[in-house]
């Protein structure tokens, strides 16, 4: 049965169907835990769907996939394709955080440049510091009471 669904995952993949290709070798390495070529298209569906989602719990995926594979038994091809797909998601995740720590120093720069939300004595040197200015007059408001 694994030998269908890993044939069936390849057509999926082929055909961009990336849901039915992950499901057909998921299945395929459930049934057959050291089935190693499909823990490598496994690990490529998952790349696929990242480069098509930008979802880097696909990134993760992937790589566990890759490592699941490599602690079974490959022959030499499938620890080079394995090793190869695992440098390029880790090139890729490394990617993905740069670009998420760039966007968070400009989210703190563009803060910084913001007129301030808490503005007032003390807090803004542009705005005195006047004592008074929170003050009450107790004449004013006074309805005779």
Do not use: I, W
Request: aromatic share 6%; hydrophobic share 35%; proline share 6%.
């Amino acid at each position: 049965m694994s030998n269908f669904d890993f044939e069936a995952g390849k057509r999926f993949l082929h055909e961009g169907e990336l849901v039915d290709a992950l499901r057909c070798f998921k299945s395929a390495v459930e049934q057959d835990r050291d089935f190693v070529e499909g823990y490598v298209e496994l690990a490529t569906a998952y790349l696929v769907a990242f480069e098509e989602s930008g979802d880097p719990l696909c990134l993760d995926s992937s790589r566990n996939v890759c490592q699941a594979g490599l602690r079974r038994d490959p022959d030499e091809t499938q620890r080079r394709r394995l090793l190869h797909l695992q440098s390029e998601v880790e090139d890729l995740l490394l990617e993905s955080q740069k670009a998420e720590m760039d966007a968070m120093t400009d989210a703190m720069g563009d803060a910084e440049t913001a007129p301030g939300a808490l503005a007032g004595p003390g807090l803004d040197p542009d705005l005195p510091d006047d004592p008074n200015r929170f003050v009450e007059d107790p004449g004013e408001g006074d309805l005779g009471h």
